[in-house]
């Protein structure tokens, strides 16, 4: 009987092998691999021949291009249409681990990688040269992957010390893009630039960080800058020591396509950067769940035609405001913890100049006003809130005559704030 058994389990191991040897074998023969036709991957060797030459190969012959752990120099822009191109499935990207294959682009005329439509890249790490401790400025260079299509994919990757992370090229119909568990560190200028997704396109745990806290990022840079998209929907993404994390525009620089954002963005956050989210222009949004801890302004909405909505988020500033309404359609915020934390700065929690407002059931804390409403405010609805702020200091200063109401919140002067050495002043 045990005779029996040992046969009985060799042969089904014996099967199970054969079964994955034979899987394994389909899926390498259904790809197409770039060290079968000429790369080196040695780090020195220019690879751009083999790589063109792989992906017109894949085309022809409808199977996929697989580029093995290496290092590959590339000079020239390397053209997706219809094909995946990846790394060894599900790699891992953390920037400061070498586990993926790696293209070391030298040129600087071009991205080096263009996406057009139904095209798929994943599994890469996207290399440039190391800025020197002593650059204090970069020279304007094309992106390391530009999106020029619909149906494009690309994920987990990591890119280092591009000039521009992911964008699209501003012109084209990007429709249906997914971008999923992407690492960017050492960004110079914007990390993902995205503009004319007509429609719903999906933005996922996305990291865009400016390592070594490179002063000149973090008054120019811009994690994410976002123009025309239709029910995009935006999750997990991160923002650090940018000058913007998250900025919104009707209007971006080099692109055609004009118009705002409708969408959702959702556990977001930004940090060490000036400002968080900054909203200029006809954008329709609902914002929740994030964290936004800012040098200024964690919320910035700079437009008579913006309609934010805003729940269970964080946002603390230092310098500044918080919340910053120079104008709006409307803005509602409900459910967030607003901090205005440094004594040395005089500025209200929030700043209401223009448009309507809603703020209810909020924990604000301040070392100075909690809330400042100006002349220019259309409507406001401030109620439920907890507000604490220093003694003898105006919790709320209003210099609105217009439509309004203030009233059932609990004013608290927390322990925190006293006493204070510096005398109270109100406007």
Known sequence: MKNKLKQIWLLATIIIFF????KGFAIMNDMINVCDVGAKGDGL???????????????????????????????????????????????AWPSDIESLPSI??????????????????RGIDISYPKPGKAVKEIKPRPAAIVVSGIGVFISNLRIRYAWDGIIADGKSNVGRLNIENVFMAGIQNIGVRMTGTWDVPHLSNIEVWNSGNNQFVL????????????????????????????????????????GGTWGVM????????????????SHRLSISGGLFMN??????????????????????????????????????????????????????????????TVLTGNSIESTYTGIEIKPGVRNVLIQGNIIQAPENIQVVIDKNTESKVVSTNNITRSPKYLPSTEPATQE
Not at 19 to 22: A, K, M, N, V
């Open 19 to 22: 079964l994955s040897e034979t």
């Open 45 to 91: 060797t220019d690879d751009t021949t083999a790589f063109i030459d792989a992906v017109v190969k894949g085309q022809t012959e409808g199977k996929h291009v697989y580029v093995p752990r290496g290092r590959y120099v590339i000079s020239k822009t390397i053209n997706l249409k219809n094909i995946v191109l990846s790394g060894p499935d599900g790699g």
């Open 295 to 356: 040098h200024k302004e964690c919320l910035v909405i700079d437009s008579t035609k913006a309609k934010i909505r805003v729940s269970c988020c964080e946002l603390k500033t230092n310098g500044a405001p918080a919340v910053y309404v120079k104008n709006t359609a409307h803005l509602l915020l409900n459910g967030c913890t607003i901090m205005r934390d440094m004594k040395a700065h005089k500025f209200p929690a929030v700043l209401l100049e223009g448009g309507d």
């Open 219 to 258: 008054q120019n840079g811009t994690g994410f800058l976002l123009g025309r998209n239709d029910l995009m929907r935006m999750t997990d993404c991160f923002a650090y020591g940018m000058r913007y994390g998250f900025l919104f525009q009707d209007s971006i620089d080099d692109c055609k396509i004009k």
């Open 266 to 281: 959702n556990g977001c956050s930004s940090d060490f950067c000036i400002n968080g989210i900054v909203i200029q222009g």
């Open 104 to 121: 070391l682009p030298v040129h600087t005329d071009s991205p080096a990688f263009n996406l057009s439509a139904g095209s798929s890249l």
